[in-house]
């Protein structure tokens, strides 16, 4: 029994300890000064940044550049970075592109061009706002985009709308959801041809909706698990949102003079959430079901509503990563968290 132990402990010398891996930590950025700063000074626990700094449009036209500093900075920290490309033109746009084979020729080799111009590992597809009956054009343009990627060395992700379960719904907005959002998606397919999947678990409730939680956890749980089902998890990132949201009662009067009904909503970064719930007196209060904080006070005698993802939100869905061995997570966006999110990360392992 002793010679068996030193064995073992003689194996571990030489291999050197084991550590579990560390989920990636994928944060976007955008071209705000709050964002940029947010990077910066944060750089270190980052494990991979996606900017938004490219569009194309429906002739495969891409158009874009990075920031400079911000580049210069990721490399300097050896932070691989792995821009976004989002339509330019619009539903129909995209529609056009999808069917178009030279246009998508032309959009896969100026991303081939630009990721060898400044290094990067790859490109994400972020194409939102997709027809359900363009769902199998978008698989192909992911399977021919990843593939000629491939030969270069470079890797696709692609951020998806989150779709259980699987069809359209019951309501009338769960259709248009369907139709215009999350039919687009294959995961199946997707997950076979792309090297990773940022799953969009957050907008459970949107400035198109009544107010409720951005990214409540059994809302999460039910997209991370049906998404699970045909994805390896070593290809799936989750969604985690920074932001937040503050519904309101809107100007009634429209711009044509016609009146209506206007329940409102704006996006509502940690700098103002906070400091308005002092402002208002509010009492932030946690949700221990949906795993979010929430206040509401009163202006003009009518209630206004805000859900905020903080760190204690944060914290609860990081822990979902390393609980479903996921490749990591994916936040949007920077210069939007609470300050002390950033106490929930180790260091990013290079």
């Known amino acids: 029994m002793k010679r068996f132990i030193w064995l073992l402990l003689a194996a571990m010398l030489i291999s050197g300890p084991v550590f579990a891996r560390q989920p990636t930590a994928l944060f976007y950025l955008i071209s705000t000064q709050k964002s ?9 626990k980052i494990g991979l940044l996606v900017p938004t700094w490219y569009g ?5 036209l891409v158009n874009g550049g990075p920031n400079r500093y911000v580049l210069d900075i990721a490399k300097q920290h050896r932070l691989p970075v792995m821009p976004i490309i989002s339509m330019s033109a619009g539903r129909k746009g995209f529609h056009a592109l ?22 990067y590992s790859g490109f994400q597809f972020d194409f939102e706002n997709v027809s359900w009956t363009d769902r199998d054009a978008f698989t192909l343009l992911a399977k021919q985009t990843a593939e000629a990627l491939h030969r270069q060395g470079l890797k696709l992700s692609i951020a998806v709308v989150p779709n259980a379960p699987g069809h359209a719904g019951e309501g009338k907005f769960s259709k248009w959801m369907w139709q ?14 792309a090297d990773l999947l940022c799953l969009m678990t957050y907008d459970q409730h949107t400035r198109w909706t009544t107010p409720g939680p951005v990214d409540g956890m059994p809302w999460t749980l039910m997209h991370l698990q049906y998404a699970l089902k045909v994805v390896p998890k070593e290809k799936l990132s989750l969604g985690i949102a ?3 949201y503050h519904w309101f009662t809107g100007d009634p009067v429209k711009p044509d003079g016609t009146e209506a009904s206007n329940i409102s909503a704006d996006y509502i970064d940690a700098d103002e959430s ?10 932030v209060q946690w949700d221990p079901v949906e795993h979010e904080s929430w206040y509401y006070f ?8 805000v859900f905020m993802p903080d760190a204690r939100s944060f914290r609860d869905r990081y822990a979902l990563t390393k609980q479903y061995g996921l490749e990591g997570f994916c936040s949007w966006v920077l210069g939007a968290e609470d300050p002390k999110v950033w106490d929930e990360l180790p260091a990013a392992q290079r």
């Open 36 to 44: 940029v700063n947010s990077f910066v000074a944060h750089v270190d």
């Open 298 to 305: 009163y202006r003009d005698d009518m209630r206004e509503w």
């Open 98 to 119: 999808l069917h178009d084979e030279t246009a998508k020729r032309q959009m896969i080799d100026s991303m081939l061009q630009q990721a060898k111009e400044h290094g």
């Open 180 to 193: 215009y959002w999350r039919g687009a998606y294959d995961l199946a397919a997707l997950g076979k041809v």
């Open 274 to 283: 906070i400091p308005l719930a002092k402002e208002q007196g509010a009492s």
């Open 242 to 244: 920074l932001y937040g």
């Open 56 to 60: 194309v449009d429906d002739q495969g």
